[in-house]
């Protein structure tokens, strides 16, 4: 069973650039057609899409968020970070890596709370 932790800064600076890491463990990520996505949940939110990595490397984003968003992976590791940068204060929140099989999240990371904050 797969098994995903992420891990972050805890606090950023406005402008500054936000970087949070999810490491897998357990077993394939890519087996039966796996693949991970980036999740957000704002205080008193419900969960925003951030983007999305395929096993071919091919990324895709949430229009929302302008650009700002960059998903890579570490397969030698294997490791998974989204980088999200200019941030604002609506940029708090648990950010969460959730694996997809057969078209529905099968496993969801415990989350890492990101405050943006002066």
């Known amino acids: 069973q797969v098994q995903l932790q992420e891990s972050g800064p805890g606090l950023v600076k406005p402008s500054q650039t936000l970087s949070v890491t999810c490491t897998a463990s357990?077993?394939?990520?890519?087996?039966?057609?796996?693949?991970l996505n980036w999740i957000r949940q704002p205080p008193g939110k419900g969960l925003e899409w951030i983007g999305v990595?395929?096993?071919?490397?091919?990324?895709y984003y949430s229009p929302s968020l302008k650009g700002r968003a960059d998903i890579s992976r570490d397969t030698s590791k294997p490791q998974l970070t989204l980088t999200l940068h200019s941030v604002i204060p609506e940029d708090t929140a648990v950010y969460y890596c959730?694996?997809?099989?057969?078209?529905?999240?099968?496993?969801w990371g415990q989350g890492a709370l990101v405050t943006v904050s002066s």
């Open positions: 959730a694996l997809v099989r057969q078209g529905r999240i099968e496993v």
């Open positions: 357990g077993g394939s990520i890519t087996a039966y057609g796996g693949y």
């Open positions: 990595i395929y096993s071919t490397g091919s990324t």
